[in-house]
């Protein structure tokens, strides 16, 4: 074979691919936005966040009159003032009373509730769920006085049995919504192959259902607990009694009407508040979840 006959018989060199165009900067995609435009504003914003916790950390930790920017010596006086003078303790048992038993009630019904409107058709389901949309609007403020009145009756005033009731049949609505949805997620199909194998409506449920609602629970049984958890109308007026009262109020009685405890204050804060952090951070993954599933269907 001849150099010539060789040459043609090669294969052609293969070319590079030509390089892509480059994006303009009116056509930038988000992928490509230089870092600095994402970190900067997050950053300013988690500073903004951040200062006011620090805060409150400064002041239940540095000694009284202390003006230094950094908590040092360390003290805690302050939060053994208000767990032991202060009965911090006994409003923090009332509180996890109130929001345990809020949360379990308030679960229970949203998820008989939701199924119901999941499930059935009757004829009042439109009415029904346009009241319970309703319901959102009217603030709890403007039925203090008839709630009085029938807890009175009902000789539940001072009693945290009053509190339990209405902070569940004020978080009711916003549950049975989102149960409901939550619900319609989960096809049909399912139930009705239990209901093959032998399984009645209960027992399909318990077995198939439930734990596919597990996120949905979470996310209405959360809501539910750090509602009930913070909330201060309630309990200021169904208790009376110093030893019925839950945190939000006993936050309120360290601020008198000449003088304010800061550092006492700032450690009454800082009680409320670990709790309702510890529990947002082992359930976000859950939280999330459950509420982007249930505002999905409607």
Known sequence: MSVKEATKAAPAPMRAAPEPPRPSKKNRSWDEVPRWQIYLPLSIYLLFTLIP????????????GSTSLVPWPMTFDHFEKVWTERSFGTYFQNSVL????????????????????????FKIKRAFMLALLCSQFVPGA??????????AELQ?????????????????PLSIIL??????????????????????????????VLPLLRPGLIAVGSFAFVHSWNHFLFALMFLNNQEKQTIPVGLNTLMGADSVDLGALAAGGIIAAVPV?????????WLITGFSAGAVKG
């Open 277 to 285: 952090v510890i529990v947002f951070a082992f359930i976000q993954k």
């Open 53 to 64: 916790f620090y805060w409150i950390l400064l002041f239940s930790l540095r000694p009284a």
């Open 179 to 208: 149960i409901s949805n939550f619900i319609k997620n989960v096809p049909y199909t399912l139930e009705e192959a239990a209901w093959v194998d032998g399984c009645n409506r209960m027992t399909a449920f318990r077995i198939v």
């Open 142 to 151: 403007l039925l203090l006085v008839p709630l009085f009145e029938i807890f």
């Open 98 to 121: 109130v929001g345990v038993v809020t949360l379990l009630m308030t679960t229970l019904v949203a998820l008989a509730g939701g199924y119901a409107l999941a499930r059935f058709n």
């Open 156 to 172: 539940m005033i001072n009693s945290l049995g009053s509190v339990i009731l209405a902070e569940t049949v004020f978080q009711l």
